[in-house]
């Protein structure tokens, strides 16, 4: 079983594949950051929630935990709606990025820590902005949004964006 698990991998990420498995891969990496983060988010409220009903009980608000018209517990569901759309930006986005780290280690094929960092700041400068914008405004059309509402959300939030994405690749 293991040896058709290696056969298998070293297929997908041999050359004549690596296109198709690095598309793959991104747009999993996208969905599977999305389940995380929509769990963070659903602990959060949760937590939210238990903090405001302990403090009406304390308070006298509500009485016990069964006082009427309150809920014991929060249920969210997770939206696989957006999972989806996250895996659908990362299908249309990993080609791009499998292009452009390819050209990076055809542009700059030493591996030594000075061409690393310029590889980094190439990818920052040229690479960062794109991918961002094309997050932003391929995930509004996904949801329905209009480009000049995508554009706004762009700008926006661009600069926290870049400068999380600056501070993660600088680790």
């Known amino acids: 079983m293991l040896s058709v698990m290696r056969t298998t991998f070293d297929k997908l990420f041999s050359p004549k594949y690596l296109l198709f498995s690095n598309t793959l891969t991104f747009g999993g990496l996208l969905a599977f950051g999305d389940y995380i983060q929509q769990c963070r988010e ?40 957006r999972t989806a759309r996250m895996f659908s930006i990362g299908l249309v986005l990993g080609p791009f990025n499998h292009y452009w780290y390819g050209f990076l280690d055809r542009l700059l094929p030493a591996k030594t820590i000075a061409v690393v960092i310029r590889k980094i700041l190439l990818d920052q400068t040229v690479a960062s902005p794109f991918f961002a914008a094309s997050y932003f405004i391929g995930m509004g059309a996904l949801e ?26 600088g680790n």
């Not at 935990?65 to 696989?80: F, I, K, M, P, Y």
């Not at 554009?151 to 999380?164: A, D, G, I, S």
Request: hydrophobic share 30%; charged share 25%.
């Open 144 to 169: 329905g949004e209009k480009l000049e509402r995508s554009v706004n959300v762009f700008t926006e939030k661009f600069l926290r964006v870049y400068m999380n994405n600056v501070v993660e690749k």
């Open 42 to 81: 659903r602990n959060y409220i949760r937590q939210q929630h238990r903090s405001q009903r302990a403090s009406l009980i304390a308070s006298g608000q509500i009485h016990g935990q069964t006082a009427e018209g309150s809920r014991n517990t929060v249920t969210l569901r997770h939206d696989w709606g």
